[in-house]
């Protein structure tokens, strides 16, 4: 799939102000991208810098999105994920206001109901995260 | 494989993994309350299984492991299995 646009709520679990991709641009049965605008009235903004929980969160909600994504075109029910660690987080640098993330997450593995996740976040040229996920997928 | 070539092979990444001196790990102890593990740290030790010896855990596996002997020996049983399926 290429450069897709998809009304991205009926993809994801989270509603405003809580929405922290715009649009999935690449999916794949093990990877997927998202793309997100950083906004000056995001609630993880602070002086116009978007914070490391809204990186974080970024990350988890692209996650959701491509199970989501996933889950849709099979015709199955979404099911809840939960973020049940993080390993290896680094954040290199803050996004700015008007910054556009382009975040990727690679399934590495499944064990029993984790799901763990490679998740990095490249704004441009710049590198602004990466870390390892584990997704608790409830119902598995 | 014997159990001293899995123990070899697979206790200094348990030292890494789980930050415990390598002393602890005697074939007689606790595998739960060495390596302390909880929920999420029996995932940790099964990606540590699975990319070292090459097969699949499954869920409920570890239920009737109490020492890291009885673990060698789950370890060692797996790995013969998929030698016979593989020869067969």
Do not use: W
Not at chain 1, 2 to 14: A, D, M, R, S, V
Not at chain 1, 31 to 54: I, M, S
Not at chain 2, 17 to 36: G, K, S
Not at chain 2, 51 to 72: H, R
């Amino acid at each position: 799939m290429n450069e897709t646009h998809l009304h991205i709520q009926e993809y994801i679990p989270q509603r405003p102000p809580i929405i922290m991709i715009d649009k999935i641009v690449d999916i794949s049965e093990s990877k997927v991208v998202c793309e997100f605008q950083v906004k000056r009235d995001n609630l993880f903004v602070a002086e116009g810098e978007l914070l490391e929980p809204g990186i974080i969160e970024n990350i988890a909600q692209t996650i959701a999105a491509g199970a989501g994504y996933r889950a849709k075109v099979k015709n199955e029910k979404v099911k809840l994920g939960y973020i049940a660690a993080i390993k290896n987080l680094n954040i290199h640098t803050l996004p700015s206001v008007g910054d556009v993330l382009s975040t990727s997450v690679q399934i590495v593995n499944e064990v029993f109901s984790v799901t763990i996740v490679q998740g990095e976040v490249i704004c441009g040229s710049r590198k602004i995260a990466d870390c390892e996920m584990r997704i608790y997928i409830e119902g598995n | 494989m014997t159990q001293i070539e899995i123990a070899e092979k697979i206790i200094p990444f348990l030292v890494e993994e789980f930050e415990i001196e390598r002393e602890l790990i005697v074939p007689e102890a606790n595998l739960r309350d060495t390596l302390q593990l909880d929920s999420l740290d029996y995932v940790d030790l099964v990606v540590v299984i699975e990319s070292n010896f090459g097969f699949k855990v499954k869920q409920g596996d570890f239920q009737n492991l109490a020492t890291f002997e009885e673990f060698y020996t789950y370890v060692q049983g797996k790995i013969n299995n998929q030698e016979e399926v593989s020869n067969n």
